[in-house]
C-alpha cells in the first residue's frame, strides 16, 4: 500500500493499492498488445493523439497542478506552471517530431543507395521521481507514443494521485487501451519487470544507486538504458558578470522546487574580486526567500517533499560543519507539522571533503572562492557528476573556455539552466548517460534500421 502524505501539513490524504504479480502480468499483455497495434499507425494519428493529450491537461491544470502540490509540497503556481509545460510538450513533438524522423538516405560507391531508417522497439519502462511528477514522466511519454512505442511507468511512491491523474488525462484523450499504464509498484519488483521479454528498454530519472541497480539490471538482459542521475551543478561567477543578474537567478536556482531539481544551481564557484560584492547581495537575497503555505501565491518555497527528506538534508549540514563549513543562516525547520527547511548558505566547506561532492537536495547553497578561471573550472570538475552548469561571464574568450573545459552535458551562458522541448537534456560521469527532449530524446529508443536499395 502506498500513502500520500502532504509535506505541507504531515497528513495522510489517501491511499493506493500495490500490484499484485497477476495484475502486473495483466498489464504487461496490455502492452505487448497494444504495441503490436500502435507501431502500424501512420505518424497523423500518432501526432493527433499528441494534440489531445495536451488539450486534456490544459482543461484541467489546476486540477492536476493541485494533486501535484498536495503530494510533493512545490507551490501551486510552479505546479501549474508544470503541466503547462507538459502540455507545450506535447504540442512540440506533435509539430516538429515527423521531421525528426524521416528517413536520411546516400548513394553508395558501389552502387545503389542506402536509407536509415527510426522505426519503433516496443514498450519501454521509465522509472520516474517526484520531484516535477508530471514533466519527468511526461518528457518522456510524449516521445515514446511518438515513435510507435508504448509505455509503462514506475512513478514514485509518494506521488501515486498524480500517475492515477496521468492515466486519466491519457484515457479521456482517447488513447488505446495499454498504450500508457502506470505500474504501483515498490522497487523490489523493477528487475523482474526489466526481465521480461515484452519490455524492451528501460529509462530512469533518480539517484545515483538507483542508477546503478536499475543499470545492472538493464545489463544483465542486454536492454538499452537512459539514465539521468543527481547532480551538483555549478554556478560560476566572474567579474565582467551582470552581478544583479547573477545574484537574481543564483537564488532562483537555488531555491526553486525548495532546491529538489537535480539542475539547481547548488555550488556558487564565485571569482575573489567580487566574492564580498556577491555574498553580500546573494545573503541578502537567500534570507528574503519566504518558505510557507505551498497554496499561497506570495510563498517563495513550499516544504521539502517529506519529513524524511527535510532531515537527510538537515544531517549533511551537521557533517558539514563537523567538517569544517560554516552555516552563515538557513536550514532551519519551521514550527508546525510540515517539512519546511528555510533557505541557507554554507560557506568554507572543504572542495577536497565529502560534502562538496554530495547533492544536496534542498535550498542550501555552498559557496566558493574562486581565485582565476583555472581555478574556478577545477572547483566545478572536482566532482563525480556532471549534469549542468551555469556560467556568469561577458568575456567570449571565457564563455567558450568554460563551454569546452566544464565536464558536464550542459553549460548556460548568462542564464539560469532550464529543460526546454527543443535541447537535449542529460550528462555525463555519474549523472548518467543518454539524453531526454529534443530529436535525441525521441530516437534513444528506436531501431535506427539501415535499408540498402537498387539503384
Same mark, same amino acid.
Given at each position: ?7 505541507? +501539513? ?34 497523423? !494519428? ?15 491544470? !489546476? ?11 512545490? +507551490?501551486?503556481?510552479?505546479?501549474? *506552471? ?11 513533438? &506533435? ?18 543507395? &542506402? ?26 511519454? *510524449? ?19 498524480? &500517475? ?108 575573489? @574580486? ?13 534570507? *528574503? ?48 507539522? %510540515?517539512?519546511?527547511?528555510? *533557505? %541557507? ?28 578561471? @583555472? ?31 566544464? !565536464? ?18 542529460? %550528462? ?28
Amino acid at each position: 500500500m502506498f500513502k500520500s502524505v502532504n509535506p505541507a +501539513t504531515g497528513k495522510q490524504i489517501a491511499t493506493h493499492p500495490e500490484l499484485t504479480k497477476s495484475e502486473i502480468e495483466t498489464k504487461l499483455g496490455k502492452a505487448a498488445s497494444a504495441y503490436k497495434a500502435w507501431r502500424q499507425t501512420g505518424i497523423d !494519428e500518432r501526432t493527433k493523439l499528441l494534440i489531445k493529450i495536451a488539450d486534456q491537461y490544459e482543461a484541467n491544470k !489546476e486540477r492536476l497542478a493541485r494533486m501535484a502540490t498536495e503530494e510533493m509540497g512545490k +507551490t501551486l503556481k510552479t505546479s501549474i *506552471a508544470e503541466v503547462e509545460k507538459c502540455a507545450a510538450l506535447f504540442r512540440h513533438y &506533435a509539430k516538429a517530431g515527423p521531421a525528426m524522423l524521416e528517413p536520411e538516405r546516400w548513394e553508395l560507391a558501389s552502387g545503389g543507395t &542506402a536509407e536509415a531508417r527510426w522505426l519503433p522497439q516496443g514498450p519501454v519502462l521509465a522509472i520516474m521521481p517526484w520531484n516535477y511528477p508530471y514533466w519527468q514522466a511526461v518528457r518522456f511519454l *510524449a516521445p515514446t507514443i511518438l515513435a510507435g512505442n508504448v509505455a509503462l511507468l514506475k512513478h514514485a511512491s509518494i506521488v501515486q494521485g498524480v &500517475a492515477g491523474l496521468m492515466e486519466d488525462m491519457m484515457r479521456d484523450a482517447g488513447a488505446p487501451e495499454g498504450l500508457f499504464q502506470n505500474l504501483a509498484i515498490k522497487s523490489d519488483a523493477v528487475a523482474d519487470i526489466i526481465a521480461d521479454d515484452r519490455v524492451t528498454a528501460v529509462t530512469l530519472t533518480g539517484s545515483e544507486g538507483a542508477g546503478q541497480a536499475v543499470a545492472k539490471q538493464a545489463g544483465e538482459q542486454l536492454k538499452k538504458v537512459v539514465l539521468e542521475l543527481g547532480g551538483s551543478d555549478p554556478f560560476i561567477v566572474m567579474p565582467s558578470a551582470d552581478l544583479d543578474k547573477a545574484v537574481k537567478h543564483a537564488v532562483k536556482g537555488r531555491t526553486q522546487n525548495t532546491g529538489q531539481s537535480c539542475i539547481c544551481a547548488k555550488r556558487m564557484i564565485v571569482h575573489t @574580486d567580487i566574492y564580498d560584492d556577491f555574498m553580500d547581495r546573494f545573503g541578502e537575497a537567500m534570507k *528574503a526567500v519566504k518558505a510557507g503555505d505551498p497554496m499561497d501565491d506570495a510563498t517563495d518555497m513550499g516544504p521539502l517533499s517529506s519529513l524524511d527528506q527535510r532531515d537527510t538534508v538537515i544531517d549533511q549540514l551537521e557533517q558539514a560543519k563537523k567538517n569544517g563549513a560554516r552555516l552563515l543562516f538557513g536550514g532551519e525547520r519551521l514550527a508546525g507539522d %510540515g517539512a519546511y527547511l528555510t *533557505a %541557507g548558505i554554507l560557506t568554507d566547506v572543504d572542495p577536497e571533503g565529502p560534502v562538496a561532492s554530495e547533492e544536496i537536495f534542498g535550498p542550501i547553497a555552498m559557496v566558493f572562492r574562486a581565485k582565476d578561471i @583555472d581555478d574556478a573550472i577545477h572547483l566545478a570538475n572536482n566532482i563525480p557528476f556532471g549534469l549542468g552548469s551555469s556560467v556568469w561571464t561577458r568575456d567570449k574568450a571565457e564563455q567558450e573556455r568554460f563551454i569546452r573545459d566544464i !565536464e558536464a552535458g550542459m553549460t548556460a551562458v548568462n542564464q539560469m539552466l532550464a529543460s526546454a522541448p527543443e535541447a537535449p537534456f542529460g %550528462g555525463i560521469k555519474r549523472s548518467g548517460h543518454g539524453r531526454e527532449l529534443a530529436r535525441f530524446g525521441l530516437r534513444e529508443f528506436m531501431n535506427l534500421k539501415t535499408v540498402m536499395l537498387p539503384e
